[in-house]
């Protein structure tokens, strides 16, 4: 952990299934969704995560109009999360600064359909240790899939360090070694293919469980130090802000602990304030 | 009879309840009132659930200690027939949506429960569904789906089951993500199901109705 691995947020929360943000994206309110960008920047998003939800026939449109919608209020690249081609060319097309693309998996469909974008455009591109339907419950089984997911990668032409290996955080509730798994997963990966990132999306490790923000932030240190340099999350949730900015600074990653003294003073940990962004 | 057992898996005390399940046994104790007891409990456990004391891993757990004393007295049970299965229950995640966390939770709280439960997995297309309930013949039918595209399988999927004829067989439940009376209605099913004890809940009101 010498190297500057300082964990980046891919704010989630402009994302068609939530309620708000499909009405949003239906009515065409410009301002819901601009706000909900700007927002998430403020909070030190790195990307900002756009799912225009999943109606195929106007997925494509919806993504093009989110991205043309967003682009102009924010200097951050995107991230364009969709599995269906069509959309992801359509708004590849709009976008200025090279995005991200959420996802690509062991599913070769996936493979074959989305990759070539990904190389063609200079993307960054998450991609998820499972196959088409189902998540393997051991982490031998990911990283096989994390291998044939490299190999097409590499045969592309994609370099290791555009790839973001999302290892996969289960629902602790029906397995309590799940988070375990995640993290083993998580090492592996870093030893065999040192130049990839590694991200999380953290919906389902709590689900279930009260108090869900502690499991979260826990989980989110622990997997921070096994490598995991990216998340996907809501930046508007400042107890995890908070929890990510001591985690920096206690990894190493915080030359002079400014970023923390700066929170400090900006609030970050002040208990009285609210929560924000329940999502 | 033994209150000890009913509180034991109530209590979540995993080891004195499979404990006194054999104590029970050597004492030739009925199956089906041993069965009863842990019924008994496993309302409990809904209950609490349902109130916000329990959460998911207790009633995870309690479906393990189910199963366990069911396998525990399958030997004796198999003697005296007393549980017939309380009826079928067709499930799966509506096609273009592949989660299935909700689903196999739902599915298994369903089977502890003595429902006959065939799960067709995910992304499962409306006439998969037409075709397991030609064959399985199931009294309910739950519909899963966490994107809010499958809220339009879902009505699509109950449309085909309208239109093979087949509506006026099966009570149809809907559950998982953001699913609510509204979506009920526009998917056309005849309720919806908040969380797991909720579709046993329905289950249970629709099949003994019937």
């Known amino acids: 952990m010498t190297e500057n691995r300082s964990l980046k947020i891919i704010g989630e929360k402009i994302n068609g299934a939530r309620k708000r943000v499909i009405q949003a994206i239906e009515k065409r309110d410009t301002v819901f969704i601009q706000e909900l960008a700007v927002k998430q920047v403020e909070a030190g998003a790195a990307w900002l995560d ?72 200079n993307c960054q591109v998450i991609a ?80 279930g469980l009260p108090a869900r923000s502690y499991i979260n932030r826990v989980f989110l240190v622990l997997a921070f130090a096994a490598g995991l340099d990216s998340v996907i999350l809501d930046p508007l949730d400042r107890e995890v802000r908070a929890t990510l900015v001591a985690a920096n600074l206690i990894l190493g990653q915080d030359r002079h602990c400014l970023e923390y003294t700066r929170a400090f003073r900006a609030g970050l940990f002040n208990t009285s304030g609210a929560t924000t962004g329940v999502s | 009879m033994s209150k000890k057992l009913v509180k034991a898996i109530a209590d979540m005390q995993e080891e004195s309840a499979l404990k006194q399940v054999n104590q029970m046994m050597a004492d030739k104790v009925e199956p089906a009132v041993i069965m009863d007891d842990a019924m008994e409990a496993m309302e409990i456990v809904g209950q609490r659930f349902e109130d916000g004391t329990y959460f998911l891993p207790e009633l995870m757990l309690a479906g393990e200690m189910m199963n366990q004393i069911t396998e525990q007295v399958k030997p004796e049970m198999a003697k005296t027939p007393v549980t017939e299965p309380k009826g079928k229950i067709l499930i799966g995640t509506v096609a273009g949506d592949i989660h299935d966390i909700g689903k196999n939770i739902v599915s298994f709280m369903l089977e502890v429960n003595r429902f006959e439960v065939l799960d067709l997995g995910v992304d499962v297309p409306p006439d998969k569904f037409l075709e397991a309930i030609r064959e399985f013949k199931p009294q309910v039918v739950a519909l899963s789906g966490f994107l809010t595209l499958a809220f339009d399988a879902m009505k699509e999927t109950i449309e085909a089951i309208q239109g093979a004829g087949l509506r006026d067989e099966v009570k149809i439940m809907i559950g998982g993500g953001q699913v609510n009376e509204e979506i009920n209605k526009y998917a056309g099913a005849d309720a919806y199901g908040k969380d797991a004890m909720a579709g046993v809940t329905l289950a249970k009101k629709w099949i003994v109705a019937k």
């Open chain 1, 50 to 121: 756009i799912n225009a939800g999943t109606r195929q026939s106007v997925e494509p449109d919806d993504l093009v109009w989110l991205v043309e919608t967003i682009q102009p209020v924010v200097e951050i690249p995107l991230c364009l999360d969709s599995a269906n081609p069509q959309a992801l060319a359509a708004a590849i097309q709009v976008v200025e600064r090279a995005p991200m693309i959420n996802s690509i998996s062991g599913d070769p469909h996936r493979l074959q359909s989305i990759l070539p974008l990904v190389a063609e455009h």
């Open chain 1, 128 to 207: 998820l240790a499972m196959n088409g339907k189902s998540i393997p419950e051991l982490s031998e089984q990911r990283l096989e899939i994390v291998h044939t997911v490299m190999q097409a990668v590499r045969a592309s032409g994609v370099p290791d360090e555009d790839v973001y290996i999302d290892p996969l955080a289960m629902t602790l509730a029906t397995n309590a070694k799940s988070a375990l798994i995640t993290l083993e997963t998580m090492r592996a990966i870093r030893q065999e293919f040192p130049d990839v990132h590694l991200t999380l999306g953290l919906s389902n490790l709590s689900f």
